[in-house]
């Protein structure tokens, strides 16, 4: 029994110059599934996000989303269809509040933002809700009023998650959210994200194995830019191949 | 004159035009690939030039020694610019030197104002080209001869600075890549000083050269700095070439533009200029964009 | 952003709407007070005001360096003059000076758009003086001299050409157009321009088109720029070429970044430190552009915030 996958990636492939960053890739992530990425540096699990969420296109290959396909649409056209994603270096409005950033996630279906002369009160009150739920989600209930850029770093990781999940999408892409993050927070952060909805089907590239343990339902394995194998975590961890390539440099 | 004679008398005052544009344009790109910055306030440079060199001819007589000295002053003035007003402004961005910049120009017209008052003052061109030649029937001042072959040993020079030295060599990487050239160790600060007050003097430079030809004015900073700014764009970001080409045609059709369409002839030009940031931003020589 | 309902917060609200109603009444009531210069002077304070103010809805909201912004309102007051003097109502006074320069905002914003940074405010610079040129050129327009001898719009029931009347009138609506701007920066979509403000790649990656963004607030701040110089031809009874070159965008540019970036109403006190230096400073010294100049550079350099910043600093307001 197989549902029809969500995500879709079809010998995909991306070169820069010579360089090909990704040599033809393809995996099928289904609904509700949480699949970890793995690699090495270079391995090409970044830009995978980057084909897969727009910021780049394509040089060949498919990209679709239940059965739709979306390569080489536009950023804001893939977070449209209900994909979002957080970025491996934090990249939030620092200028703004916590509240804020979450705001303005949460306000991104585009109704009501056109709304050049009036105050938008309604839309907002549901808004700032959707807001502080998130906020309490991914562990910030504390000075949701404070300016970003005054946040620990492990805070900002945390709202880099909370940004991408107040936007309400199917399909969350975590780009190595516990990077930087001491034994203490990358815990939190691992029970916040096993917390999550599992409505929010989830892909996540990380380098702690400890992390991908506890919420992987299945792992996949890039190297140079290609698939090397794919199951669950413990066969994975368990193939030669895989600890010669990445477990063994560790 | 006939007509073959018009145009040839005309497209040599386009070539005089143009190898002026070169000058003051040549620092221009500099400054923008290796800075990101655009210069605003290098027509005033191009303007200091033009009354430092008033200046010394007035106090010594001697149009040589005014060339030599005034790109010297305007370029110091340039170093000074970068260390006090642009080093500060790095870690903000591009925006905020370009908007510094504007208010520069405004500084300088004034100054210059002030020191050397508002009228119009002309500059007499060095003694030994101060007539006129007959070339192929039409009669020109020799001295924009003189211009033509000055600007274009200044473009053999520079080319060869830049293409065959090693000083050429950093200021080519920091312009391909300032950033990548700061990791290989070459130190970019003091690099942006010297391309800055080096594209300063280049400025002055084409000042001085100028003074006889179009006299020196306030406003007259303000006034060049547009023509510069579209050989600039049409030539290329960052590239010699782009500036020298680029200098010459937009010399050219200006020139004739004035004279023969003056209807369109200014339209036509930033028409070109939107197209190009539009269709090939790199201009047609630049490198292609990050 | 703290919200108000508190009672703190509520009483903020309406003292600050109390001073600006008072404000907005001395400015009024200026003419009987003073002579006609001071008058003037307030007057292009205000008309210059509001231009600087749409420019700051651009770069202190949006982010969008414009050095084109004097496009549109050389278009507002070319097309006043020309409308005015052949029917001299407020359609021709207003309406269509706003719509002229709203589609000349659309266009000129669609093709800018596309780039970024140093790129766009070439661009825009470009475009500005692609006007200035054909107005430069154009006899039916003036050429050099430009259009001169505009009359004052009729309105039924009231003499325009009475200084009270005029300045009630301009007064009213500049105090309008300010209204509307400081309402579309409130508003949601205001919010939304923030946010691309702050971060416009992360607002690309959570689904708001950003380009469309940019092109509505483009067209926005150039139809009140175009009010904003149909108001100046009325103002002055012409309109020269001048009002298209790069220099005057830059003047607005100075304006809005001494006033204060972002802040609106530091806009108006950018365009009174500039035509009062202007105009003030030069009957003590000539060296009024100097001083300007100075002044710009040690604000880029030292005062980012400008006046308006160091403002809120002193009474402890937060954004």
């Known amino acids: 029994m197989s549902a029809p996958p969500l995500l879709s990636v079809e010998a995909l492939h991306r070169h820069f110059g010579a360089l090909a960053a990704l040599g033809g890739i393809t995996l099928a992530v289904s609904p509700r599934e949480r699949r970890a990425i793995i690699g090495p540096n270079g391995a090409g699990k970044t830009t995978l996000f980057n084909v897969i969420a727009g910021q780049l296109a394509p ?22 269809r209900g994909i979002a994603r957080s970025f491996q270096r934090t990249n939030l409005f620092l200028g703004l509040s916590i509240l804020e950033n979450l705001r303005l996630a949460a306000a991104a279906d585009g109704r009501g933002s056109y709304n050049l002369l009036g105050r938008g009160a309604r839309r907002r009150g549901k808004q700032l809700a959707r807001a502080r739920e998130t906020a309490e989600a991914v562990g910030l209930t504390a000075r949701l009023d404070e300016r970003v850029g005054r946040l620990s770093y492990g805070e900002q990781r945390q709202l880099e998650v909370g940004v991408a999940l107040a936007s309400g999408p199917k399909l969350l892409l975590l780009d190595e959210p516990t990077a930087g993050m001491s ?68 | 004159m006939t007509l073959p004679v018009d145009l040839f008398a005309q497209a040599l005052n386009g070539l005089s035009y143009g190898i002026l544009l070169f000058l003051l344009s040549v620092g221009l790109t500099l400054i923008f690939g290796m800075l990101d910055v655009v210069n605003l306030a290098h027509g005033s440079l191009y303007m200091l030039g033009a009354y430092a060199g008033l200046t010394v001819i007035a106090i010594t ?65 060095p003694a030994m080209f101060s007539g006129s030649v007959t070339i192929w029937g039409a009669t020109v001042p020799s001295y924009r001869l ?95 070439k782009g500036s020298f080409v680029g200098s010459l045609v937009i010399g050219q059709a200006e020139t004739f533009g004035k004279a023969w369409l003056p209807g369109v002839s200014m339209l036509m030009i930033y028409v070109v200029m939107v197209a190009i940031l539009l269709l090939r931003p790199q201009g047609l020589f630049g490198r292609p964009l990050r | 952003m703290t919200e108000a309902g508190s009672t703190g917060g509520r009483a903020r609200v309406v003292a600050g709407a109390a001073g600006a109603a008072a ?5 009024a009531a200026f003419p009987l007070v003073a002579g006609n210069y001071p008058v003037k002077l307030l007057q292009e304070i205000l008309v210059w005001g509001v ?69 766009f405010i070439m661009l825009t610079l470009a475009f500005s003086q692609m006007f200035y040129a054909v107005t430069f050129q154009a006899a039916w327009l003036g050429a050099e001299d430009g259009l001169v001898g505009v009359p004052r719009p009729v309105v039924p029931g009231v003499d325009l050409g009475r200084s009270l009347a005029f300045h009630l009138y301009l007064v009213g609506l500049v105090g309008l157009a300010a209204l509307v701007l400081v309402r579309v920066a ?34 926005v701040a150039g139809t009140v720029a175009g009010i904003a110089g149909a108001l100046y031809t009325q103002l002055t009874g012409s309109i020269t070429p001048d009002a298209f070159l790069w220099t005057t965008s830059g003047e607005a540019l100075l304006m809005v970044i001494i006033g204060g970036i972002g802040t609106l109403g530091g806009a108006v006190l950018g365009a009174a430190t500039f035509i009062l230096l202007q105009s003030l400073v030069s009957s003590y010294t000539e060296r009024w552009m100097l001083i300007l100049g100075l002044t710009f550079v040690l604000f880029v350099l030292f005062a980012p915030g400008g006046i308006a910043g160091a403002l809120r600093g002193r009474i402890g307001l937060r954004a």
């Not at chain 2, 990548?180 to 600060?189: K, L, N, P, R």
């Not at chain 3, 404000?23 to 400015?27: D, E």
């Not at chain 3, 971060?199 to 708001?208: I, K, P, S």
Request: charged share 15%.
């Open chain 3, 23 to 27: 404000l907005f009444a001395a400015i």
């Open chain 3, 186 to 219: 409130r508003s949601p979509f205001g919010h939304v321009l923030r946010g691309i403000f702050e971060n416009e790649a992360r607002m690309e990656a959570l689904g708001y088109p950003v380009a469309r963004y940019k092109l509505i607030a483009f067209a």
């Open chain 2, 146 to 240: 003189f211009v033509i072959a000055f600007g274009i040993a200044v473009a053999a020079l520079l080319w060869l600075l830049i293409e065959r030295t090693r000083l050429g060599a950093i200021i080519r990487a920091g312009v391909f890549d300032a950033e990548m050239a700061s990791g290989m160790g070459i130190d970019t600060e003091r690099v942006f000083s010297a391309v800055f007050g080096f594209g300063a003097a280049l400025a002055g430079l084409s000042g001085v050269i100028a003074g006889p030809i179009q006299s020196a004015q306030p406003p007259m900073g303000a006034t060049i700095l547009i023509p510069a700014l579209i050989v600039v764009v049409v030539g290329g970001l960052g590239s010699l």
């Open chain 1, 59 to 80: 040089s060949r290959g498919r990209v679709l989303l239940s059965g739709e396909p979306i390569a080489g649409l536009s950023p804001h056209a893939v977070a449209r």
């Open chain 2, 61 to 125: 007589g001697d149009f040589w020694l005014a060339l030599l000295l005034a790109p010297i002053a305007v370029g110091l003035v340039g170093l000074v610019i970068e260390r006090i007003c642009l080093r500060p402004l790095y870690r903000r961005g591009a925006l905020d030197q370009v908007l510094l910049t504007f208010g520069l120009v405004y500084l300088f017209e004034d100054l210059v104002k002030w020191i050397w008052g508002g009228r119009i003052r002309s500059i007499a061109p």
């Open chain 1, 183 to 250: 034994p203490e927070e990358t815990e939190r952060m691992t029970r916040m994200l096993e917390r999550l909805p599992r409505e929010v089907t989830m892909l996540i590239i990380e380098h702690d194995m400890d992390v991908v343990a506890s919420l992987a339902d299945r792992v996949t394995v890039l190297h140079y830019g290609e698939v090397l194998t794919e199951g669950a975590f413990d066969e994975v961890r368990a193939d030669p191949r895989v600890y010669e390539v990445y477990l063994g440099q560790a």
């Open chain 3, 51 to 119: 231009f600087a103010m749409s420019l700051d809805l651009l770069m202190g909201r949006a982010g969008m360096v414009s050095f084109g912004h004097s496009a549109f309102f050389g278009v507002g007051g070319y097309v006043a003059a020309l409308s005015l003097a052949k029917a001299p109502g407020l359609a021709s006074a207003l309406a269509l000076p706003a719509l002229a320069a709203a589609v000349a905002a659309v266009v000129i914003g669609f093709f800018s758009i596309r780039a970024s940074g140093v790129y």
